[in-house]
């Protein structure tokens, strides 16, 4: 990834004017587009006011969860984030990648001139006065929680035109949740949420999304009351003595790392303490990887296939092998 490029050579790239054509996928000028004449005006999770003349057509968005929706509404996209891998996105494939939110490539930002770039709140707040400098506006959501991702679905919609087209999505994952909606008196599986580095393990907490996602598709939390951690106000430094008492019957990994590794590093340290042989998940095999593209990260969209996917390892825990 290049490196950051101070503010002075950004504003005078703006300035200079630069070079570079647009994403051939974006080539249609804002003129031509139906909604062009349309003046957008919205309010991000900031509570910034963020007002647009036309609707924006050259978008870029910072992480996958921001660039599934826009697609999802019928949008595209002149800079997506950067991965390892494919797109999660089949039809962003080949657009620009201009890092993420964690690290930002600024000079491609530059060159690619978006009328709007998709951050991260609070995350990304601080770059607000570099991409406005550059003629361009920032509008800032986040995704802690299913009602997050169903408002950015709104807030884009607004922002695009495709209010109807957005009422449609929330439609469908309301639909999904209603699916798995427990009864009355049903019991939910004990389950530990884990982010995974090698060497360094967290357990994910209910005000997190995965632990949001977890709650919607049945399973209970057992670190619901773990102490959080400061510098991370959704996840939980592993008690173990804690763990143990509550007895999980499913251990949910979630790594952005290499997914076997970090499950091999879990299972040996669980394997340095006697007493994790004793839990009712590790006894009956029910310690399992979480997809990196749809937990962890903000799926979009695909929120539903991750309530799914969740939904079928909590009911699987229940009744072992």
């Known amino acids: 990834m290049r490196k950051l490029i101070p503010l002075a050579l950004c ?84 657009v620009t990648q201009i890092g993420s939110t964690h690290e930002v490539d600024l000079e491609r930002i530059t060159l690619l001139k978006p009328d709007v770039v998709l951050g991260h709140y609070p995350m ?86 995965s632990g949001n996602l977890l709650e919607l598709a049945g399973g209970y939390n057992i670190a619901s009351d773990f102490a959080v951690l400061q510098s991370y ?4 430094q592993i008690n173990t003595e804690r763990v143990v008492q509550a007895n999980p019957q499913l251990i949910l990994i979630m790594t952005h790392g290499n997914p076997e590794e970090v499950k091999a590093g879990f299972l040996k340290e669980m394997q340095g303490n006697a007493a994790w042989n004793g839990i009712d998940a590790v006894k009956n095999n029910q310690v399992e990887i979480l997809p990196s593209e749809l937990f962890g990260t903000n799926p979009g969209t695909r929120v539903i296939d991750a309530l799914d996917d969740l939904h079928q390892l909590v009911e699987k825990a229940k009744q072992p092998s």
């Open 11 to 94: 504003a005078l790239l703006a300035t200079a004017g630069c070079s570079a054509s647009k994403a051939s996928s974006t080539t249609d000028s804002l003129s031509n587009h139906p909604n062009a004449a349309a003046a957008v005006s919205i309010k991000d999770f900031a509570g910034r006011g963020v007002a647009f003349s036309q609707v924006p057509q050259h978008i870029i968005a910072l992480s996958n969860g921001e660039m599934d929706i826009v697609y999802a509404l019928g949008g595209t996209l002149v800079g997506r984030p950067t991965t390892n891998g494919p797109s999660p996105v089949k039809e962003a494939q080949d």
């Open 233 to 236: 106000p959704q996840y939980a």
């Open 124 to 209: 990304n707040s601080k770059d607000v006065p570099i991409i406005e400098s550059i003629h361009s506006k920032m509008v800032l959501t986040s995704a802690n929680s299913v009602e997050d991702i169903k408002r950015q679905i709104t807030l884009f919609g607004e922002m695009l035109h495709k209010e109807t087209k957005a009422a449609e999505l929330i439609a469908a994952i309301d639909d999904k949740l209603n699916d798995y909606r427990p009864s009355d008196g049903a019991q939910s599986t004990r389950t530990l949420i884990v982010y995974g580095a090698p060497g360094t393990y967290m357990a994910a907490l209910p005000n997190s999304l």
